[in-house]
């Protein structure tokens, strides 16, 4: 379906959000009367970080027909097999976990990881640590990057990491160079509304108008059209995501060969990531400021860092955790910060940047370019967003930390979402975690494999001194035959430095 006459499609922001937006509707949309303007400030910078994706931003660069050799190698571009998680828990035997992304190749091995879970939780003495059941854990660890041999015909699943001002530079220019997208430099100081109390046009700090029929609120957490001109509410996940803040810092590379993963290290009060790029190292520590004043985070992140007497410099960010209560409302769309942001654990804000733009696309062509498909577009964005974020409140309710006050507010936390509480009493009772996860469709949010992974990752299980030794016939894994099995896999796979050399 097409407008009749000119659409305009006014985009506020050129962060990493405003860019793909733009990039994804002026392709999508290139052959009808749709013309796209993004609205940039000068002034206001970008949050510049966002550096690690999931396997989603393959089909972003894929649908514009941007090949790895184009964009990541000006981006500073690396792979990405998954996240370890370490320090999470201080179960001896599960000091740290990877969380892999589902790969055809799991089929082999998926059945035996999920059977001695389960035979664990139900006091089996198994093998039931995630890492040994997975390819790309084995990839990570031996720094293999994630495309194999072209005799090995199985696709592995991987993200990516980058630099985000590099990405949104890329972006910009490939939606003004080959997609017409117009992109124009003002701060936005007044926005305007029609008598249905629609937005009609913005007005620049230079008494500027520019109309549009249809906006996207893509200014980060300022949220000047949804949340500020529109008013729409944002309910905020405080009571179950702590975190607030985070200090970030690069550094030059410190490892010889570049790591193919990201590391998610618990700290005394939140975690650090570590984002390895071909140029330098993304560090940065999430914390609550309930919990760690600004100056003491920043003193810890540097002591993690070795760089306590450096004087690298630091940035520190504020964190709107949670989200708008609806995310399309009358004649504007709101994506990216502007929309909510469920902290960076497992890095899902722009894999939430593309769903959105794309659920939006069809449910706009749908309604022929009006709002009557908003209602279902909201629901089930929002019902994404609480999705997403069961699972990351899983990570912190399931720490098995005690050191501090806030590994134990966290550990203790009850304000858990009826699916959540489901997905442990399931576990905790012995239950089939796959059956729970397909009744409640939620797999679509995070996969079955992802949520055992981070229970047992955690190693929550009975206790060891009370394991009964499995019964005959029960289906227990030769664990030596799996490792064979994902070893003879990884000898198909290069360096990821080579494969990173190999797209310059
Ligand atoms: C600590 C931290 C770590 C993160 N890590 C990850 C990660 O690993 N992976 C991931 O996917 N995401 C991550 N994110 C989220 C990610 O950074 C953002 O989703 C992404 O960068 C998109 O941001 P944005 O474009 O919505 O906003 P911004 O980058 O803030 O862009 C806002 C834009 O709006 C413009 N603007 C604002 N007000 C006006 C105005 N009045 N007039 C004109 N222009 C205006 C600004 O000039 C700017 O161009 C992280 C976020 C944080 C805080």
Redesign the pocket.
């Known amino acids: 379906m097409s407008p009749e006459k000119l659409f305009r499609i006014v985009i506020?922001?050129?962060?990493?959000?405003?860019w793909m937006t733009a990039n994804l509707m002026a392709h999508r949309w290139r052959d009808k009367p749709v013309e796209i303007i993004v609205?940039?400030?000068p002034d206001?910078?970008?949050?510049?970080?966002?550096?690690?994706?999931t396997p989603q931003l393959r089909e972003f660069f894929a649908k514009l027909d941007i090949a790895e050799n184009e964009w990541m190698p000006c981006c500073s571009a690396t792979y990405k097999n998954g996240i370890s998680f370490y320090g999470w828990t201080e179960c001896p035997g599960f000091e740290h976990y990877f969380h892999p992304f589902p790969t055809v190749l799991d089929d082999h091995t998926v059945p035996f990881f999920y059977f001695h879970t389960r035979a664990r939780r139900t006091g089996r003495n198994v093998h039931a640590h995630p890492d040994r059941f997975f390819l790309p854990a084995a990839l990570a660890r031996q720094r293999l990057g994630p495309k194999p041999d072209k005799n090995f015909p199985f696709d592995v699943a991987y993200g990516y990491h980058f630099d985000?001002h590099l990405v949104g530079i890329f972006l910009q220019k490939h939606a003004t160079q080959k997609l017409n997208v117009t992109h124009l430099q003002?701060?936005?100081t007044h926005v305007n509304k029609n008598a249905n109390g629609e937005i009609s046009s913005l007005t620049t700090s230079d008494d500027q108008s520019i109309e549009g029929d249809f906006f996207i609120d893509?200014?980060?957490?300022?949220s000047?059209l949804l949340q500020q001109a529109l008013e729409e509410p944002f309910l905020s996940f405080k009571d179950n995501l702590f975190n607030d803040s985070?200090v970030?810092m690069p550094t030059t590379c410190d490892d010889d060969v570049i790591l193919c993963e990201t590391r998610a290290v618990a700290l005394t009060n939140g975690w650090a990531w570590k984002i390895p790029l071909t140029n330098r190292t993304g560090n940065?520590y999430?914390y609550s400021s309930d919990f760690i004043s600004d100056d003491a985070a920043e003193t810890e992140l540097r002591t993690h860092l070795g760089l306590l007497d450096s004087d690298v410099p630091a940035r520190r960010?504020k964190?709107n955790v949670g989200q708008v209560s609806r995310h399309w409302v009358k004649n504007c769309l709101a994506v990216?910060?502007?929309q909510g942001?469920i902290e960076?654990l497992e890095?899902?804000?722009?894999?939430i940047?593309q769903t959105t733009v794309e659920m939006f696309m069809a449910a706009f062509e749908d309604g022929e370019f009006t709002n009557t498909k908003a209602v279902p577009f909201n629901e089930a964005i929002a019902a994404r967003f609480n999705g997403i974020r069961d699972y990351i409140v899983c990570h912190y309710r399931m720490n098995g930390r005690k050191d501090t006050d806030y590994w134990r507010a966290n550990a203790v936390n009850q304000n858990l979402s009826h699916s959540l509480k489901s997905i442990m009493s399931c576990w905790f009772t012995g239950g089939d975690l796959v059956a729970e996860i397909e009744g409640q469709n939620i797999g679509q949010y995070y996969a079955p494999l992802s949520w055992h992974c981070l229970l047992a990752g955690y190693g929550i299980f009975p206790e060891d001194d009370k394991l009964q030794p499995p019964e005959a016939g029960l289906d227990i894994a030769n664990m030596q035959k799996i490792d064979t099995f994902i070893d003879s896999c990884a000898l198909n796979f290069e360096s990821h430095d080579k494969m990173l050399s190999r797209l310059k």
Request: proline fraction near 2%; hydrophobic fraction near 50%; charged fraction near 5%.
């Open positions: 506020l922001g050129g962060g990493t959000a405003g609205v940039e400030s206001i910078g970008i949050i510049g970080v966002g550096e690690g994706s985000a003002y701060t936005i893509s200014s980060g957490f300022r000047a985070a970030a940065g999430v960010l964190m990216g910060l502007a942001f960076p890095a899902t804000a722009l894999h940047v």
